[in-house]
C-alpha cells in the first residue's frame, strides 16, 4: 500500500472509530499528508495512529488525537485561531485547511528548531499565508493579535492558564489537556462573559508544557 491509500485507510478507521464527523474535518485530514510533518526515517509510519517523536523529545500527537481535538474545538471558516504547542505544525496545518482563506492560525512553539521545521512544512502544504508560526512561551499567549475566536494547547498543562482565558473572545472556546505530567483531562473551556463552563471529553497524554503558566 502506497502512503495515500495508507492516509485514506487510517482517515476511514478514525470515522468508524467514531474519533471524525463532521464533514470539514474529515476533508482537512484526508487532504493533509501527514507524511511532510515527520522526520524521513519516519515516513513509512506516518499513517500508524500513533505519536511519533520529531526530534527535541518533542512528538507530533496520534491522529485519532488531533480528530477528537479538531472535532471538540468546533472550527468555523473565518476565524482566528491561537495554537500553543505547534510541533510540526500539522496539527496547525489541518487548522488553517478548516478555518478557509479568510482564518488565521497563529501557532506557538517554544523550540526554535522546531519551530522553522514546522514553518517549512506548512509552506509544502500552501498554507504559509494562513498560518503564522511564532517562537515564544504560548503559556502566555499571543497578546498582539487576541483575542482568539479559538485557542488549543496540545501540550499538558497543570491548570488554565489565566493570560489564555483573557485573550478569548467572549462566546470562545478553549481546549486543552489539563492535569499531571503524567496524565491529563482534555478540558474543553467556553467563556460566556465573565463565566467559564468546562466540559471534560477524558483522558490524554501529552508531552508537558514548560513555561510561565506551565511545568517550569
Ligand atoms: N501540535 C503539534 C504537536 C505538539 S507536541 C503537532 O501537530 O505536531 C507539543 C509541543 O509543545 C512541543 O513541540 C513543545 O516544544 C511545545 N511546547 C511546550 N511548552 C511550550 C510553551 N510554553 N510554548 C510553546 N510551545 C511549547
Known sequence: MGLVDEREALIDSLIRNQYI???EVIRAMRKIQRHFFVPDHLKSAAYYDHPLQIG???TISAPHMVGIMLERLDLKKGQKVLEVGGGSGYHAALTAEIVGEEGHVYSMERIERLAKRAEANIKRCELD?????????????LKEHAPYDRIF?????PGIPQPLIDQLKDGGKLLIPS????FQDLILC????????KKNYGGCV????IGEHGFH
Open 21 to 23: 464527523s463532521k464533514a
Open 56 to 58: 527535541e523529545g518533542q
Open 129 to 141: 499565508k494562513r498560518v503564522t508560526i511564532v517562537v515564544g512561551d504560548g503559556s502566555c499567549g
Open 153 to 157: 494547547i496540545t501540550c499538558a498543562s
Open 179 to 182: 492535569g499531571s505530567i503524567y
Open 190 to 197: 467556553e467563556k460566556k462573559g465573565k463565566k467559564i463552563t
Open 206 to 209: 501529552f508531552v508537558p508544557l
